[in-house]
Structures are given as structure tokens and as C-alpha cells.
């Protein structure tokens, strides 16, 4: 008994000597660039770790697509362990978590409340945990924002308007059926080939909240933005599951804990700095067109809703919708 003792005693303190004692340096990945709310926040989630550790482990962002080319190629990383930490749009991870294509379907959030009471309670939750079945590690939801239509030949106020237009989309079921149904020409396309896409014409168009249009300078190849809000888009923090499981338990719930209060921060710096970015394009040519037929929209894309609303079951839309 006594021996028996004196050995879990010492495999404890085996591990403490672990946890107190393990150092490391994470890469954190994503397609914006450090001005963005992602780059603001992924900064000061390497600041919050980096200080309740002691400097035993380091975040170091990595901005503008440098670790891989676009947010397939990162995920993939991630599930390789080449690249540690993702934050990016929920959109791509619905090709690896089928689950999380739910919160991409159009027009399913009614507002910012809407949002934050959807993730932020059980069906976010479970949502990360699905996530954690196919390599990744789910930590948090941050906000990419509420998506727009963008291009250069029409202001786009119905579908009918916008008809035929070439845009640009993620590589997302629900965003690729949605334009489709709405009588648009789709055309999935990694983020970092979008400015010189839209500048030689290949495209005539892309879709993106206001904050990537913003940061990427996407009204120097754009003339008009219409607010559509077609889609309500988060962003996951995700971590790679085989670099997560190699991390101390307490270490772990630092990183985790410091990444949903960053999702605060993150999110109300977004919503905050909107339409101030919205202004200063106006100032440089932009035309935001604010008059936008949103119904038309929404009827237009509703195939797309009722398609997904089978595919997942109208029990889990409704439980989305009626979330008060």
C-alpha cells in the first residue's frame, strides 16, 4: 500500500514538473492581414498566453496567407500538424466538420444578438466538439462578420440585378448553392488569388464582410458594395489536435480560456469599427449601396435554405431560429 502510494505520488509530481516546466512556440495562421480584427485579436490572444504562462509558450501570428495559400491548405496543415493554430472563417471547415455548414446557410441569423446567443451557448458548444473529430482542436468562435456582395458593373439592389454575375465564393456548399439559386455564377477561388482576380477581370465580383474587404483594399478593384448581409459568418480558433494533445492540461485550459475571452474583444472591435470603414471607402470612390432589397434576396436564396434544411433536419434550423 505504501509503496503503491509513494509511486502515485511521484507520478504526480512527474507531472507538475511537466507542466511548470513545458515551453513551446505555436504558428498561428490566417488569410488577413495584422490590421484586421483577426490579426488585432490573434495578437492579443499571443499576449494573454505569453504572460499567464511566464513566457513558457509563445503565439507567433502569422498574417496574409505566408504559411500556406489559402484556408483549405491551412486546415490541412492543421490536421498534419505542419501549422498549429487556424483563425479563420467557419466556411472551409464544413469540408472537414460537415456539422459547422449549418451557420454558413443564408440568411439564418437575425442579428448580432441573434449570433452571440447561438454560439456562445449549446449549440455552438456542440458544434466545436464536432469540430474535434476531424483533427482540430475547437476553442472558440470569433466573428468574420456579415457577408456582403461586391463588384464592378451594377448595384446590385435585387438578384434580378445581379444576375449572371461572375463572383467569387469560398469553397462552401451553402455560399456556392446559395448564389446559384439566386441566378449568380459562383466560382470558389482561394482568398489570396482575389485582388488580382478582380483587377484583370476573371471575376466581376466577391462576396466578404466589410472588415476583409477593408483590410485587403478591395475597393481599389471594386465600385460597388451592396449591403446584403446574405450570410452571417463566424470565424473558428482552431488548434491542431496532435500539437494539442501534447500540451499539459492546465497549460491547455489557458490557452482555451484566453481564446473565448478574446472572442469578446474580437468580435465588438469588429462590429465597432464598421461603418467607419464603410465612410472612409465612400471617400475614396466606393459606392456602398445601402437601399439593397433584402427580401428579394432572401426569396431568391431560399432554395438553398430549404435544401440544407433537409440535409441537416428542421429540428436543428428551428433550434438556431427560435434561440432567444
Excluded: C
Amino acid at each position: 500500500m505504501k509503496r503503491t502510494l509513494a509511486m502515485a505520488l511521484m507520478v504526480m509530481s512527474t507531472v507538475a514538473f511537466a507542466a511548470d516546466d513545458f515551453k513551446a512556440t505555436y504558428k498561428l495562421t490566417m488569410t488577413q492581414t495584422a490590421q484586421h480584427p483577426y490579426g488585432v485579436g490573434a495578437q492579443k490572444l499571443a499576449d494573454i498566453v505569453k504572460e499567464r504562462t511566464n513566457g513558457r509558450i509563445q503565439i507567433k501570428p502569422f498574417n496574409d496567407s505566408v504559411l500556406a495559400k489559402g484556408e483549405r491548405e491551412m486546415l490541412e496543415g492543421l490536421q498534419q500538424g505542419t501549422i498549429d493554430i487556424y483563425v479563420g472563417s467557419t466556411g472551409p471547415v464544413g469540408n472537414f466538420s460537415p456539422s459547422m455548414l449549418i451557420v454558413d446557410i443564408p440568411f439564418l441569423f437575425r442579428d448580432n444578438a441573434h449570433v452571440d446567443k447561438v454560439l456562445d451557448g449549446p449549440i455552438g458548444k456542440q458544434l466545436l466538439a464536432d469540430v474535434d473529430k476531424s483533427g482540430f482542436k475547437g476553442l472558440a468562435f470569433w466573428e468574420n462578420g456579415w457577408r456582403h456582395l461586391t463588384n464592378n458593373k451594377v448595384a446590385a439592389k435585387t438578384p434580378e440585378e445581379a444576375k449572371g454575375l461572375k463572383i467569387r465564393t469560398m469553397e462552401n456548399k451553402a455560399h456556392i448553392l446559395a448564389f446559384k439559386t439566386a441566378g449568380l455564377n459562383p466560382t470558389p477561388m482561394a482568398y489570396s488569388e482575389v485582388y488580382s482576380a478582380l483587377q484583370v477581370g476573371v471575376i466581376d465580383g466577391q462576396e466578404n464582410p466589410v472588415a476583409v474587404f477593408y483590410a485587403s483594399k478591395l475597393y481599389e478593384t471594386q465600385k460597388y458594395f451592396a449591403l446584403t448581409g446574405h450570410v452571417y459568418s463566424p470565424a473558428l480558433v482552431l488548434f491542431s489536435q496532435k500539437k494539442w494533445d501534447r500540451i499539459p492540461k492546465d497549460d491547455q485550459e489557458i490557452i482555451a480560456k484566453a481564446a473565448q475571452e478574446v472572442a469578446l474583444f474580437e468580435r465588438k472591435l469588429n462590429r465597432d469599427d464598421e461603418e467607419k470603414k464603410l465612410k472612409e471607402m465612400e471617400g475614396k470612390g466606393l459606392v456602398v449601396v445601402r437601399d439593397v432589397n433584402k427580401p428579394a434576396w432572401q426569396k431568391s436564396m431560399q432554395p438553398a435554405f430549404d435544401e440544407f434544411a433537409k440535409q441537416f433536419g428542421k429540428d436543428k434550423i428551428d433550434a438556431i431560429i427560435n434561440t432567444k
